[in-house]
């Protein structure tokens, strides 16, 4: 089974629908990254989470990190088109010495119907 | 500020050839460099990791290997590349403080025939 689970797989919205996508851990989360990814392309860096109950927020993307650092959920407000693209959490779940190594969900496919 | 480079952007490749892809950082010292896979554009797969020149963890056995010759430079090779060797390659870079971001480059797309 998978170390993180990113759910739902895929998403078709409507453009201007929220959406939620969760990630989900057995283990204790020591640093929990979101990216975006388009297809074909690199990932891009959208927010970090390291403690309990942390939240941030980039313009219409927040992303949260539960008080028992074991999920983390991605909300999207008024989604546009230029939000389609796959959402990827990335994780610490060794710490100490890891030395930054990250454990990856499966992504999730968002698609924004204008 | 800090950039990542990667080449080739894409490369076709027979089975049984050599690989090489290289992975260059620009704008910051000493840091940590990764590379991954990425198998039909879903999650990631950590292969090598590298703390210093000529410093190389492997994650997962495989048909393939990492050297790191220079600083800022990662390089992912191959002897005789497989059909499974085919995918999406991503090299990252972070600082060394603990809880530092991660950040990608472009990455490589290899398809192996």
């Known amino acids: 089974s998978q170390e993180l689970e990113q759910s739902p797989q895929s998403l078709i919205v409507q453009e201007g629908k929220n959406l939620t996508i969760n990630c989900t851990s057995s283990k204790t989360l020591y640093g929990l990254y979101w990216y975006k990814q388009k297809y074909g392309e690199g990932l891009i860096f959208l927010m970090m989470l390291q403690k309990g109950g942390e939240e941030k927020s980039h313009e219409k993307i927040t992303a949260k990190l539960d008080e028992k650092k074991q999920q983390s959920s991605l909300h999207i407000t008024a989604s546009q088109p230029s939000h389609a693209g796959i959402y990827l959490c990335g994780a610490d779940i060794r710490g100490g010495t890891s030395y930054g190594k990250l454990t990856f969900g499966q992504g999730t496919i968002l698609t924004v119907h204008p | 500020s800090q950039t990542i480079h990667q080449w080739p952007a894409t490369l076709v490749q027979p089975v049984g050839s050599p690989l090489s892809l290289e992975c260059t950082v620009e704008?910051?010292?000493?840091?940590?460099l990764y590379w991954y896979r990425q198998a039909a554009g879903r999650g990631l797969q950590l292969l090598f990791y590298s703390v210093g020149i000529g410093q190389i963890s492997s994650e997962v056995p495989q048909n393939l290997s990492a050297s790191r010759p220079q600083d800022r430079q990662f390089i992912l090779s191959s002897k005789k590349l497989l059909l499974s060797d085919s995918g999406f390659y991503l090299c990252?870079?972070?600082?060394?403080?603990?809880?530092?971001?991660?950040?990608f480059g472009p990455g490589t797309r290899l398809l192996v025939l």
């Open positions: 704008g910051t010292s000493n840091p940590n």
């Open positions: 990252a870079w972070r600082g060394s403080p603990i809880g530092e971001t991660q950040y």
